[in-house]
């Protein structure tokens, strides 16, 4: 059985605009418990029962982490390892983790969101950004353009806030009530001062820090001066201060046109042999290719993904440096993918997900003879280690041709280089 999704979402060279913020109005949309409410959405049986979704801690690993779990249980962390998540709730469910799910559903919400802005930046599934400076002729109030996001994201129970800055929104929808939104504007000194550290979006290693030197409240960052901060911490010191000032100068970065073309098959019977997932996937690769090239585009970047027998997910992104439009030099680089990380368990469904697109790279043929056959030499050993994947052809360099010891007169270096 063949499955197909194809969605618009930016081409390669295209241009960005970034939208400086500090004189927007940025609405947050939280959809806290997002992995289990999308599990909840597709099983409603789960609702009121105590469940944890876990995943795989990498392919080649039996350990689970934390992903998500039903807003009634207390003392867990995204990445807290299961036996610790157990030793809290040893009688909770356990549902693996099924992204590619979780993705498609993030997206739709955000195509709904686009309906009612067109500026909507989506980071982790969970969290949305959305400009509401402008719509004044479409919504003649925030309530009108609250209720417009909230009819959108319903089955979600979202938090949402409204500021002049994405660290104030984001803060205002963490301090809203479920299905409520909580609208700041003043002065964000007073609103910031007792907020835990905890709440700034910067780096684990800062934080841990900031603990050290005993500084737990955003209040004791403001009353400092911004040079201490950043003798302390580098760059990250002027953000951390500027943040405990309300001041965030993060752009909105809202999703641009780009086509998002998705494949799947589900395998007439469940297998682990990996000739039959490369052949899978190179049937649907067949398909999809062919209609990329007759554009005048390659494969920039696709994602390969699998759905085990019991619903566990792999998946690995595989980039190209140049727009790949030859199917066997593809399948090469899929078949490494797959030897490199091996399967979590028996396979059922092989997908390919096309993420951007690229146009080839225009190459002029030299005019002399010579130097063509290096080129075309060139090329085959480029091959060469694609198929192989390392590098197999050699040249000797000049290192330091005055030494006295011979090994280090010369190197050995790849041609490709």
Same mark, same amino acid.
């Given at each position: 059985?063949?499955?197909?999704? !194809?969605?618009?979402?930016?081409?390669?060279?295209?241009?960005?605009?970034?939208?400086?913020?500090?004189?927007?109005?940025?609405?947050?949309?939280?959809?806290?418990?997002?992995?289990?409410?999308?599990? #909840?959405?597709?099983?409603?049986?789960?609702?009121?029962?105590?469940?944890?979704?876990?995943?795989?801690?990498?392919?080649?690993?039996?350990? !689970?982490?934390?992903?998500?779990?039903?807003?009634?249980?207390? @003392?867990?962390?995204?990445?807290?390892?299961?036996?610790?998540?157990?030793?809290?709730?040893?009688?909770?469910?356990?549902?693996?983790?099924?992204?590619?799910?979780?993705?498609?559903?993030? !997206?739709?919400?955000?195509?709904?969101?686009?309906?009612?802005?067109?500026?909507?930046?989506?980071?982790?599934?969970?969290?949305?950004?959305?400009?509401?400076?402008?719509?004044?002729?479409?919504?003649?109030?925030?309530?009108?353009?609250?209720?417009?996001?909230?009819?959108?994201? #319903?089955?979600?129970?979202?938090?949402?806030?409204?500021? @002049?800055?994405?660290?104030?929104? $984001?803060?205002?929808?963490?301090?809203?009530?479920?299905?409520?939104?909580?609208?700041?504007? @003043?002065?964000?000194?007073?609103?910031?001062?007792?907020?835990?550290?905890?709440?700034?979006?910067?780096?684990?290693?800062?934080?841990?820090?900031?603990?050290?030197?005993?500084?737990?409240?955003?209040?004791?960052?403001?009353?400092?001066?911004?040079?201490?901060?950043?003798?302390?911490?580098?760059?990250?010191?002027?953000?951390?201060?500027?943040?405990?000032?309300?001041?965030?100068?993060?752009?909105?970065?809202?999703?641009?046109?780009?086509?998002?073309?998705?494949?799947?098959?589900?395998?007439?019977?469940?297998?682990?042999?990996?000739?039959?997932?490369?052949?899978?996937?190179?049937?649907?690769?067949?398909?999809?290719?062919?209609?990329?090239?007759?554009? @005048?585009?390659?494969?920039?970047?696709?994602?390969?993904?699998?759905?085990?027998?019991?619903?566990?997910?792999?998946?690995?992104?595989?980039?190209?440096?140049?727009?790949?439009?030859?199917?066997?030099?593809?399948?090469?680089?899929?078949?490494? $993918?797959?030897?490199?990380?091996?399967?979590?368990?028996?396979?059922?469904?092989?997908?390919?997900?096309?993420?951007?697109?690229?146009?080839?790279?225009?190459?002029?043929?030299?005019?002399?003879?010579?130097?063509?056959?290096?080129?075309?030499? $060139?090329?085959?050993?480029?091959?060469?280690?694609?198929?192989?994947?390392?590098?197999?052809?050699?040249?000797?360099?000049?290192?330091?041709?005055?030494?006295?010891?011979?090994?280090?007169?010369?190197?050995?270096?790849?041609?490709?280089?």
């Amino acid at each position: 059985m063949v499955n197909k999704q !194809k969605r618009v979402q930016g081409i390669d060279n295209r241009t960005f605009v970034l939208y400086n913020i500090a004189a927007m109005k940025i609405l947050c949309v939280l959809l806290p418990h997002f992995a289990w409410r999308c599990e #909840a959405r597709r099983n409603p049986a789960l609702e009121g029962r105590a469940a944890i979704v876990i995943q795989s801690k990498d392919p080649a690993s039996s350990q !689970k982490l934390v992903v998500d779990w039903s807003p009634e249980l207390e @003392g867990l962390t995204r990445d807290m390892p299961l036996q610790q998540a157990l030793a809290r709730h040893d009688s909770a469910d356990l549902i693996p983790a099924d992204l590619p799910y979780y993705r498609s559903v993030f !997206k739709e919400i955000l195509d709904g969101l686009e309906q009612v802005s067109p500026l909507v930046e989506g980071g982790d599934p969970g969290c949305v950004y959305v400009g509401a400076d402008g719509l004044h002729l479409i919504y003649p109030n925030d309530a009108a353009l609250i209720n417009a996001a909230r009819d959108v994201t #319903a089955d979600f129970t979202p938090q949402m806030g409204i500021a @002049g800055n994405k660290f104030l929104a $984001a803060l205002a929808a963490q301090q809203s009530q479920p299905d409520d939104c909580k609208i700041f504007w @003043g002065d964000a000194a007073s609103f910031l001062k007792d907020l835990p550290c905890d709440v700034l979006p910067v780096s684990v290693k800062s934080k841990g820090k900031l603990r050290d030197f005993g500084i737990r409240r955003l209040g004791q960052i403001a009353a400092m001066l911004p040079g201490p901060m950043q003798s302390q911490f580098g760059l990250e010191g002027k953000r951390i201060w500027e943040l405990a000032q309300g001041i965030d100068n993060t752009p909105l970065l809202p999703r641009f046109m780009e086509e998002v073309i998705e494949e799947s098959a589900t395998l007439p019977s469940i297998t682990v042999s990996m000739d039959a997932i490369v052949t899978s996937a190179e049937a649907i690769l067949l398909r999809i290719l062919p209609d990329i090239i007759r554009r @005048g585009f390659g494969i920039r970047n696709l994602t390969l993904w699998t759905r085990t027998w019991n619903t566990e997910n792999w998946e690995r992104e595989i980039n190209f440096r140049e727009p790949a439009m030859d199917v066997k030099g593809i399948v090469v680089r899929l078949k490494r $993918a797959l030897e490199d990380y091996p399967q979590p368990g028996p396979v059922e469904q092989v997908g390919l997900r096309v993420n951007r697109l690229g146009y080839p790279l225009g190459r002029q043929r030299n005019l002399f003879a010579d130097m063509r056959a290096q080129e075309h030499l $060139a090329d085959d050993i480029k091959q060469l280690e694609l198929k192989l994947g390392n590098p197999q052809i050699y040249k000797v360099k000049e290192v330091e041709p005055w030494s006295r010891i011979p090994e280090r007169r010369y190197a050995l270096t790849p041609t490709s280089r």
